[in-house]
C-alpha cells in the first residue's frame, strides 16, 4: 500500500472568493476550446474575466471575455467558449504550441485570478491507429520507473528534468509512460513545452482489499485528473497498474473495481484515451495468496 507526501506542496492563500478548478477542452475542428470552472464565493454579485494569450506573448490577447456569475454565495460552477480563429496554431511533438487563459474574479471584495496553459489538440484512434490532429502518428517511447539519486520519486532539479526529457528528444522518442506515479506539474509542464506525450497514472498498484481501498483508489485517480487534465502532453489516463495482481480479491471483484473507478474517471475527463489497468494476466488473479 502507498501513501504519505511525495510532492512538493503549497499553500495557497485566497480571500472570501476562490477559483476551485479549471477544465480546458479543446475543440480542433471549430478552433475553439470549451472551458468549465467552479468558484466559491463568500460574497455575492461577482463577475468573471477571461483572456488567452500566446505563451511568451502576453501582450498579444487572441481571445477574451466577461460573464456576470449568478448572485449567490457558495459554489457556482459556469463555463464558457473560447474562439481562437482559423489561425490558431495546434499543439504537436513538433510544434508545441501552447495558449495562456488567465481567469479572474472581480466585483467582491478579496477576488481571485488564475493561470493556466493549454494547447488545441486532438489525439484518438481510429481504424487501429493512433491520431494526433488527424494524422497517424507512431509512438516512440519507454517505461519510465524515475528512480533518482537522493530524491528517490522525481528529479532534484528543473535543470536535471530538463536533461532527462531532452535526452527522450534527442535520441528520437516521442512518448513516455510515466509508471505508478503522476508526475509533478512542473515535469509535465516541461514535457508540454517540449513536445513529448505522457501517459500518467497514480501510485496503485499490487494493493491489498480492505474497506478503504476503493476510496484511496478513487481519490487517488480524480485528484490525479483534476490537477493534470489541462496539460497537452497526457494523452492517456492509466487508472492501475496491474490490478489482476491485487491481492484478496476474486475476479469478478477486480473487474467490477476497475469499471467503477473507469467510470467515475470518464466523467471527470471525456477527452482522453483511458485505460482502467495495465499489465497482468486475468488469470492470475485468486482469492488472496
Known amino acids: 500500500n502507498y501513501g504519505g507526501l511525495w510532492q512538493g506542496v503549497d499553500l495557497l492563500v485566497t ?13 480542433l475542428k471549430s478552433r475553439s476550446a470549451d472551458v468549465s470552472f467552479r468558484v466559491n464565493t463568500a ?18 490577447t487572441v481571445a477574451a471575455g466577461r460573464m456576470a456569475l449568478p448572485r449567490r454565495r457558495g459554489v457556482i ?12 496554431r495546434l499543439w504537436s511533438p513538433d ?67 530538463r536533461r532527462e526529457l531532452m535526452l527522450l528528444k534527442r535520441n528520437g522518442f516521442n512518448f513516455l509512460r510515466s509508471h505508478l506515479r503522476a508526475p509533478e506539474p512542473s515535469y509535465l509542464d516541461l514535457a508540454d513545452e517540449l513536445g513529448i506525450l505522457v501517459e500518467a497514472e497514480p501510485p496503485i498498484g499490487w494493493i491489498i482489499n480492505s474497506a478503504k481501498t476503493e476510496e ?16 497537452p502532453c497526457i494523452v492517456f489516463w492509466c487508472l492501475l497498474n496491474e490490478a489482476y495482481h491485487f ?3 476474486s475476479m469478478p471483484q477486480v473487474k467490477a473495481l476497475t ?14 484515451i483511458l485505460m482502467d489497468t495495465s499489465g497482468g494476466s486475468g488469470s492470475g488473479a485468486g482469492g488472496g495468496s
Not at 489538440?121 to 516512440?140: A, C, M, Q, W
Open 95 to 161: 510544434a508545441p504550441h501552447l495558449y495562456v487563459l488567465r481567469l479572474k474574479v472581480n466585483g467582491v471584495a478579496g477576488g481571485d485570478d488564475l493561470e493556466t496553459r493549454f494547447g488545441l489538440r486532438e489525439f484518438t484512434i481510429r481504424g487501429g491507429r493512433f491520431l494526433l490532429n488527424g494524422e497517424p502518428i507512431r509512438l516512440k517511447g519507454l517505461l519510465q520507473q524515475g528512480v533518482y539519486p537522493r530524491t528517490l520519486a522525481f528529479p532534484e532539479s528543473a535543470a536535471e528534468a
Open 43 to 60: 460574497a455575492s454579485g461577482a463577475f468573471m474575466e477571461w483572456s488567452v494569450t500566446p505563451r511568451g506573448q502576453p501582450e498579444r
Open 15 to 27: 480571500g472570501p472568493a476562490r477559483i476551485e478548478h479549471v477544465f480546458i477542452k479543446p475543440r
Open 259 to 272: 469499471e467503477r473507478l473507469a467510470r467515475s474517471a470518464r466523467k471527470l475527463d471525456p477527452t482522453r
Open 216 to 231: 484511496r483508489c478513487r481519490h487517488a485517480i480524480d485528484a490525479m485528473i483534476v490537477r493534470d487534465r489541462n496539460h
Open 247 to 249: 491481492l484478496g480479491f
Open 77 to 88: 460552477e459556469g463555463h464558457f467558449t473560447v474562439r481562437l480563429g482559423r489561425d490558431a
